[in-house]
Structures are given as structure tokens and as C-alpha cells.
């Protein structure tokens, strides 16, 4: 591998490129190769495998995907997904990591493709991130360097947060993790801001538990790291601060003004569970990774642990924080005692393993790195490399054919999905079934039993709804069909009523008052009952007509306004050229 290339003040961008190109071509090629490689042996199905949170993210991108086609970048609201709710979940769940997969659509068209496309795009990005992030931190180690990207990127924990998790929010802030934590390095030695604030930015717009798990470990490293903060850093940790709450305002600003408007269904409080630190050690010893480290991120542990006296004063802090971490996603923690509180968000304390596999594959790769350069003859050290790259490879693999194994003769999706329906069934707590092609992905795309961020309403009454029917004076058990056709901002929904209805509440959900509705094309009052649902009074027998629209013009202005100082913060430089006299 080699070092990174000094480009010269006064080169051009564009001879900074063919540089950068002349210099890591090879790598690059690597990395592609190495990207597939993690993804192929469920792509080659051409199959989607069932995973924990699967069709909940499959319907966030297909979501994404219509919004982009009808020109509305920023959806609030679910319309063609999520039941046609108009649910706000696109609002209060980070949306970044949609854009990747919904673009790759756009280009591909095959949806099963365009999430393969999107993994492998994905993997190459977090090779390029942890090789870069890394060698920010130890410039003169490229192999080190390499050794991180892949030990880190095609790891078993990313391939169990790709298909089983099937979480693409967590696997997009796992990929960019290394970039916060390095940015961190540079801010507490040298007081640059632009590389924290930057990788912070993301993860806040990808997934917000690992959002809170990133700030708790940055501030413990702030808390020991404390003698070196002077009064010029901490002004630059502010700067950092305040540009990542405004370029990540695109997903507070919504999560906010929907989160704060009524009273919402909650996301499921599961039991909380300390890990078995011997079940996950002997785990990971055998390459059955679940929610766990890694075997790479074990021999960085127990590395570390040989060489301590060895390690930098760096490399001891992420020692003992990542041995913290590890105590605090276990049993060892009563965590069945914060059941009932504000804790029980977090849901899984095995989230927090996140955190040693990024500072045990570290200290691997720097601990590895000098070890290799004490090999005498660089074809040994070559060969070495060599070996470590395809035991890597191997882990890779071996983990996705345990994902193929377990889910190869699961159900087929054959009909569209409705309440009880049982064709998504659990086997080992773990859902089992399969899409083997197009018609069967858009089965996954009709009936979703989630009801996170609804108003709050009975069971029934979300069924009934959810499968596209009226309910009249808030008896479910009296309801009629609905003809319902979803538009990006909205929803065209027609009945055709027998006899007088006095109330008639239809499938959307209305959370405040910037919703436009019309009555058989004439303006109509926006209603609702008691469960904040879309309610019209007093329809005469006969077909009808209710067009439903969201426009909130004053939200994304708030959301343009302070993206854009955000950008304007970041991209201006530091320090201004100082300008001379005329004599």
C-alpha cells in the first residue's frame, strides 16, 4: 500500500485527481472487488432474505424512491408506503442513508438490484472512510491503514446489521464511525472541528440511538482527555456543535414540530438485557456473530492487552473505553431495573458493542501493523498481508452463508400482506421468509403492522384503516372500501356510499393544520375525530371524492435557512488572507 500523495499548494483540482488516481487505482480496484465479495452470496439469489427490520426500511426507500419521482425531496409525511397513512414516520426517523438506495433505483429500476447496488456502494464507501480516517490519524502507517478498512468494513457485525438487522441506518453511521472518533483525535490535538462536525452530521441524519451512543462516548474521551482542552478548542468544539445542529436540521426541525403535535404511538419497548460476555466471546471465536465483536476485534483486545506498556496513550484510553463499553452492554448491568424509564429507548444494550468492534479493530490493525514491519523481507510481509486478506474475505463469506443457510427454505411472500396473515413468521425470534422476485417485493410493499409515530388509536381501528377502508361513526366493525390513490404530498381517495353517512373517518391521519382537503373538488374543512383521522361529515349516497394534500412552507423554509448557514459555516476557511496597505 502506499502513503498518501502531498499535493502541492498551488496544484489544480483537477491534477489533484489524476494524483490521487496514479496513486490509489490499485486500492480502489481492491475495495470495488472486496465490496461485492461481502454482498455476493445472497445478491447472487437475486433473493431478498428476511431480516429483523427489513420490509420497514425496503418501504422507507420505496417511499423515498415515488417521492423523488414526483420532484419532492423532502418528504414529511408516508403516502405511498407505511399503509398510506400519511404516517409522519419519514419525519421522525433519520432519512440520509434513503437517498443512496432511492438514486440507485432511479438508475437500475429493479428494486431487489438497486438494495444489493446500494450495500455494495455502501461497503466500498466505509473501505474508503475507515482507510482514510484511519491514515488521518497515523500518516505514515498505509498497511495499518488497510488492515482497518478491511477488518472493520467486511466484518461479521456489518454483514449481521446488513442482512439480519437489515437496519441501513445503523450500518450507514457503522461505516462512519471511524471518521467521528478521528475527527475527535484531530479536535483534542489540534483543534480542528471541520472532520468531527462533518461525520456527526451524517450519523445525526442516519440513525439517532447511535447518535446518543457517539455523544456518550465522545464525552468520556472529553472527560479524560480534559488536561488538553484549552479555551481555543473548546471554542472549536461550539463550531462544531452548532454546524452539526444545523446541517442536520433537515431531520430535528420535522422531528420536532411532528413529535411535539399530539400524542403519538411510541416505538415497542422490548425487556432490557445485558449480554452473556462468555455466549458473545465463544460467538465470536466461531464466527456466529450476531449482535457482537468480531474474532478481529478479540485478538485487538487481547493484543492490546499483551502489548499495553507498548501503547500509546491514545491506543490506552481506547482500550479502557472500549472494556467500558463491553461491561455496559452486559449482564453484569441490572439493566431490568431502567425498564421503566427513559432507557428503555435504547431497546438493545448489545447497540453499544458498536463501540469496541471500531477501537478493538483499531488497536488490531496498529498493533498488527508494527508487528508486520519487524518481518525482515517484504515479500513475507506481502505474503502475510495476503493470508490476512482472505481469512478476512473467508470470515465474510462464512458469515453470509449462515444469513443464506438459515432463510434458504423460508416462505415465499406469494400474496399480498394483510393483519394476521402469518406470512412473515418467526424462527428463533428471527423473521423467516423470502422475496425471490418483483411481484413478491410488491406484496412486501402492501400491509406494514408497524404503528410507530400514529396517533394513538385502537388495534382495530389501525387494521380496518390500514387495509384501505372507511370507517363510519367510529365503529370499526361498520367500515367500506376505499379506492385510494397516493400522491406525494398526499392522497385522492373515492367511496361510493349506499346510504347517508353521518361520519365517515378515512384512511389518513392528520397531525396539524397545514393540510389542504377537498370535497368532490370544492374546499372542505379539515376534520377529525378523536384518534386524529381524517373525518367527513354528512355524505350523501353516491360516489365521492376526497383529495388530501400536506403543504408546510414554513418548515422548509426553517430547514433551507439553517442548512444553508451550516454549509456557509463549515466551507468558509478559518483564517482569512490578511490583506496589505497601498502605501
Not at 414540530?257 to 445485558?274: C, D, E, Q, R, V
Not at 513475507?380 to 443457510?405: D, E, F, K, P
Request: proline fraction near 4%; aromatic fraction near 14%.
Amino acid at each position: 500500500m502506499v502513503d498518501e500523495a502531498r499535493a502541492t499548494s498551488n496544484g489544480s483540482f483537477g491534477s489533484r485527481v489524476v494524483l490521487f488516481i496514479k496513486k490509489y487505482w490499485l486500492t480502489a480496484i481492491a475495495f470495488l472487488a472486496f465490496s461485492v465479495i461481502n454482498v455476493i452470496m445472497l445478491f447472487r439469489y437475486h433473493w431478498l432474505f428476511g431480516g429483523q427490520d427489513l420490509q420497514f426500511h425496503l418501504q422507507r426507500i420505496d417511499e423515498m424512491y415515488h417521492s423523488l419521482i414526483n420532484g419532492n425531496w423532502n418528504p414529511y409525511l408516508a403516502t405511498f408506503n407505511f399503509n398510506q397513512l400519511g404516517s409522519a414516520v419519514m419525519s421522525l426517523y433519520p432519512k440520509l442513508p434513503l437517498y443512496l438506495f432511492a438514486i440507485i433505483r432511479l438508475v437500475v429500476k429493479d428494486a431487489i438490484t438497486g438494495y444489493y447496488l446500494g450495500i455494495i456502494l455502501m461497503t466500498f464507501l466505509g473501505l474508503w472512510v475507515s482507510y482514510a480516517a484511519y491514515h488521518s490519524v497515523r500518516k505514515a502507517d498505509s498497511v495499518g491503514a488497510y488492515i482497518f478498512a478491511i477488518a472493520y468494513e467486511l466484518s461479521g457485525l456489518n454483514i449481521t446489521y446488513n442482512f439480519l438487522s437489515a437496519d441501513i441506518g445503523i450500518s450507514f453511521t457503522y461505516l462512519i464511525l471511524p471518521l467521528a472518533f478521528a475527527g475527535y483525535y484531530h479536535w483534542v490535538t489540534a483543534g480542528k472541528f471541520r472532520m468531527l462536525a462533518t461525520a456527526m452530521t451524517i450519523i445525526c441524519l442516519s440513525h439517532v440511538l447511535n447518535t446518543l451512543i457517539t455523544v456518550l462516548a465522545l464525552v468520556i474521551f472529553l472527560i479524560v482527555d480534559i488536561k488538553k482542552v484549552n479555551r481555543q478548542k473548546l471554542l472549536n468544539l461550539g463550531k462544531a456543535v452548532g454546524i452539526t445542529v444545523l446541517l442536520s436540521s433537515s431531520f430535528w426541525v420535522p422531528a420536532l414540530h411532528f413529535g411535539t403535535s399530539i400524542k403519538m404511538t411510541k416505538p415497542f419497548a422490548f425487556p432490557l438485557n445485558g449480554i452473556n460476555l462468555l455466549q458473545y466471546t465463544t460467538a465470536a471465536l466461531s464466527n456466529n456473530i450476531t449482535y457482537g465483536f468480531t474474532i478481529v476485534a478479540l485478538l485487538g483486545f487481547v493484543l492490546a492487552a499483551i502489548r499495553y506498556r507498548h501503547l500509546s496513550r491514545f491506543s490506552k484510553e481506547i482500550f479502557w473505553v472500549g472494556i467500558g463499553f463491553v461491561i455496559l452492554s452486559s449482564s453484569l448491568i441490572p439493566w431490568h431495573l431502567f425498564q421503566n424509564t427513559s432507557l428503555n429507548l435504547l431497546q438493545f444494550p448489545w447497540r453499544f458493542l458498536i463501540l469496541p468492534q471500531l477501537g478493538f479493530t483499531y488497536l488490531f490493525s496498529s498493533i498488527g501493523s508494527a508487528l508486520l514491519k519487524r518481518v525482515p523481507k517484504r515479500t513475507y510481509q506481502l505474503g502475510i498481508l495476503s493470508i490476512l486478506t482472505l481469512v478476512v474475505l473467508g470470515l465474510s463469506l462464512n458469515s453470509q452463508a449462515g444469513r443464506v443457510n438459515f432463510e434458504r427454505k423460508s416462505p415465499e411472500i406469494k400474496a399480498d400482506l394483510y393483519p394476521d396473515s402469518n406470512q412473515m413468521p418467526l424462527v428463533q425470534g428471527i423473521f423467516w421468509y423470502r422475496v425471490t422476485n418483483l411481484r413478491q417485493y410488491r406484496h412486501m410493499m402492501t400491509y406494514l403492522p408497524v404503528t410507530d409515530y400514529l396517533p394513538k388509536m385502537s388495534d382495530d381501528m389501525f387494521k380496518t384503516l390500514a387495509m384501505q377502508r372507511a370507517i363510519q361513526d367510529n365503529n370499526p366493525a361498520v367500515n367500506i372500501p376505499v379506492l385510494s390513490k397516493s400522491h406525494s404530498k398526499g392522497k385522492k381517495m373515492t367511496v361510493d356510499i349506499g346510504t347517508p353517512i353521518k361520519s365517515l373517518a378515512l384512511p389518513f391521519v392528520i397531525y396539524d393544520r397545514h393540510y389542504t382537503v377537498t370535497l368532490d373538488g370544492k374546499r372542505y374543512p379539515v376534520k377529525v375525530n378523536q384518534n386524529h383521522v381524517l373525518t367527513i361529515n354528512h355524505l350523501s349516497v353516491g360516489e365521492h371524492t376526497i383529495r388530501v394534500s400536506y403543504h408546510n412552507d414554513g418548515l422548509t423554509a426553517i430547514i433551507c435557512g439553517l442548512t444553508l448557514l451550516g454549509l456557509m459555516a463549515i466551507l468558509l476557511p478559518q483564517k482569512w488572507p490578511k490583506t496589505t496597505k497601498r502605501q
